[in-house]
């Protein structure tokens, strides 16, 4: 069984600054591309940023000027650095990856239990 355990959400001022991590455990042959999601009330989940296992990585445009995705392969482990920081950025954020639990089986998606982020003064 593998879990995706996200934390560092949290109240943020506007313009202020919030790291994610997202890290996962348990027993797998190898992680894909990971990535991080947001939903915020009343809306659908939308893309933030994924990252492929060389590192390679894809924004939505709205947050590719502010977000930075990164990973530890070693660690299992995800990051999302958000800066600037604006209420509309208020959502629960989400953790995504592709997970190949053993060699010649597909890769399926996993996804984070999600961590709040709330930015207001």
């Known amino acids: 069984q593998v879990q995706l355990v996200e934390s560092g959400g949290g109240l943020v001022q506007p313009g202020g600054s919030l790291r994610l991590s997202c890290a996962a455990s348990?027993?797998?042959?190898?992680?894909?591309?990971m990535g991080w999601y947001r939903q915020a009330p009343g809306k659908q989940r939308e893309l933030v940023a994924t990252i492929t296992t060389g590192g390679s990585t894809n924004y939505a445009d709205l947050m590719k000027d502010r977000f930075t995705i990164s990973r530890d392969n070693a660690k299992n482990t995800v990051y999302l650095q958000m800066n600037s920081l604006k209420p509309e950025d208020t959502a629960v954020y989400y953790c995504?990856?592709?997970?190949?639990?053993?060699?010649?089986?597909?890769?399926?998606?996993?996804w984070g239990q999600g961590t709040q982020v709330t930015v207001s003064s």
């Open positions: 348990g027993s797998f042959f190898s992680i894909y591309t």
């Open positions: 995504n990856a592709n997970i190949r639990y053993k060699l010649g089986y597909p890769a399926q998606a996993h």
